[in-house]
């Protein structure tokens, strides 16, 4: 069964093939920015957090060091005096140890966000990518039938309509006799015509040649009539 389509404009058909094709423009620079933003991200969770939590944790672990040995040192030379006190190296021991705890804390939740952060984009990607295939060798395609299909109507547009023949106002084409037909027998008029005036002749010869009773009469008497 042949396919059939209803079609209103061709104009409407070629503004949807631009709009399909700024869309399609449009949507490569949205992958192309979002698949930058998870370069960026992954490789600044990956490589800069944890590499910068890393060296805190270090540094810290320094600083911790540090506040023992200063707490040490002013604990000898304190000896069994009260007279000097120890409460800031402790301050500042308690401090440093609150840093590493931190520092350590955030190497472990970064840890924890890498292989989010990779399952989140392997789930993005898995939806992008029919879309970004669709956009690299679909869409060609797609545009091409369109632009068959526009030639197609423009074509068929075109094209002139044959002229139909011209019917005369008794219902006949052009072509046919122009003799008017009798209504009854369908026999051309002009017979009828000749045929009526052949039996009107023949009727007066015949009127003429038959003498009516009274005439045949009056001449008889005029046959016997004495001089």
């Known amino acids: 069964m042949a396919q059939t389509a209803n079609v209103r404009s061709i104009d409407a058909i070629k503004d949807f093939k631009t ?4 869309f399609a423009e449009e949507a490569r620079v949205a992958l192309s920015s ?3 933003e998870l370069n960026h991200a992954r490789n600044w969770l990956e490589r800069d ?8 944790v270090k540094r810290c672990q320094e600083q911790v060091a540090q506040a023992k040995a200063d707490l040490f040192r002013r604990k000898i030379s304190q000896g069994n005096s009260d007279a000097i006190s120890d409460s ?3 301050e500042a021991l308690r401090e440093a140890q609150k840093r590493l705890r931190h520092a350590e ?3 472990e939740r970064v840890k924890r966000w890498v292989p989010i952060l990779q399952h989140a984009t392997l789930e993005y990607l898995a939806q992008s990518q029919p879309l970004g295939d669709h956009l690299s060798g679909g869409l060609s395609q797609s545009l091409a039938v369109l632009e068959r299909m526009i030639t197609a ?3 068929y547009v075109a094209i002139t309509a044959p002229e139909a023949p011209v019917i005369s106002s008794g219902g006949g084409s052009s072509s046919a006799s122009s003799t008017p037909m009798a209504p009854s027998t369908g026999a051309p008029a002009s017979a009828v015509s000749e045929a009526g005036e052949t039996a009107t002749a023949a009727s007066e010869d015949s009127s003429t040649k038959e003498a009516t009773p009274s005439e045949e009469l009056a001449g008889a008497e005029a046959d016997v009539e004495p001089d």
């Open 34 to 36: 979002a698949e930058m």
């Open 105 to 107: 804390e955030m190497v």
């Open 49 to 56: 957090q944890l590499a910068y939590w890393r060296s805190q």
């Open 88 to 90: 800031d190296q402790k």
């Open 153 to 155: 109507l423009e074509g």
């Open 19 to 22: 709009v399909l094709i700024n």
